[in-house]
């Protein structure tokens, strides 16, 4: 019996040399949503997309209109000059779904593009991180429950903003 609770003891009181693991937690959204060069260069990306972007909105309206005076016109159904017309605005919309998608493809690819060069940064300033404070385990994302004693997302934002200073 004596052994019982003597075992039963030792079970009880915590080892005194055990280590303690050291872990972090990046907000990866939010690290990338308040690093400022990011930001910088993607309003850089939508810039140089505007002005086709603001052609494609007067081709739309070109193209608007145009059906408009088709419905209120009073040219003959039949009439060669309304067939025409017609297929005018079926190749203007043709030429606008296709200029669409060839810029949303385009400014697509930049902001991934500098997606993929802001997570490489975010890696790196993470290793960092880890070593020189040497952290057992960072994780990123999808946490149900991150205290704040252990969310390191501020350090890292301010770790990667001191490089572009």
Same mark, same amino acid.
Request: net charge negative; proline share 1%.
């Given at each position: 019996?004596? *052994?019982?609770f003597l075992f039963y003891i030792i079970l009880?009181?915590?080892p005194v040399n055990a280590e303690t693991i050291?872990?972090?937690?990046?907000? @990866?959204?939010? !690290?990338?949503? /308040?690093?400022?060069?990011?930001?910088? #260069? /993607? /309003?850089?990306?939508? =810039?140089?997309?505007?002005?086709?972007?603001?052609?494609? +909105?007067?081709?739309?309206?070109?193209?608007?209109?145009?059906?408009?005076?088709?419905?209120?016109? $009073? +040219?003959? @159904?039949?009439? #060669?000059?309304? #067939?025409?017309? !017609? %297929?005018? @605005? &079926?190749?203007?919309?043709?030429?606008?779904?296709?200029?669409?998608?060839?810029? %949303?493809?385009?400014?697509?690819?930049? %902001?991934?593009?500098?997606l993929e060069r802001i997570e490489v940064e975010?890696? &790196?300033?993470? $290793?960092?991180? *880890? +070593?020189? /404070?040497?952290?057992?385990?960072?994780?990123?994302?999808?946490?149900?429950? !991150?205290?704040?004693? &252990?969310? !390191?997302?501020?350090?890292?934002?301010?770790? &990667?903003?001191?490089?572009? =200073?």
């Open positions: 019996m004596k *052994a019982f009880l009181i915590p050291k872990i972090g937690y990046i907000d @990866v959204d939010r !690290v990338i949503s /308040n690093l400022s060069h990011y930001q910088k #260069k /993607n /309003n850089q990306i939508i =810039q140089e997309f505007k002005p086709r972007k603001i052609k494609l +909105i007067e081709l739309f309206d070109y193209i608007k209109t145009l059906r408009n005076k088709l419905d209120i016109t $009073e +040219i003959q @159904v039949d009439s #060669k000059e309304y #067939k025409t017309s !017609v %297929q005018k @605005v &079926i190749d203007l919309e043709r030429k606008f779904q296709l200029e669409s998608e060839a810029w %949303q493809k385009n400014l697509s690819d930049k %902001q991934f593009d500098l975010i890696n &790196i300033a993470i $290793e960092e991180l *880890a +070593i020189s /404070n040497q952290y057992d385990l960072i994780l990123y994302d999808n946490g149900a429950f !991150v205290s704040d004693k &252990i969310d !390191v997302s501020e350090t890292i934002i301010s770790n &990667i903003e001191k490089l572009y =200073q």
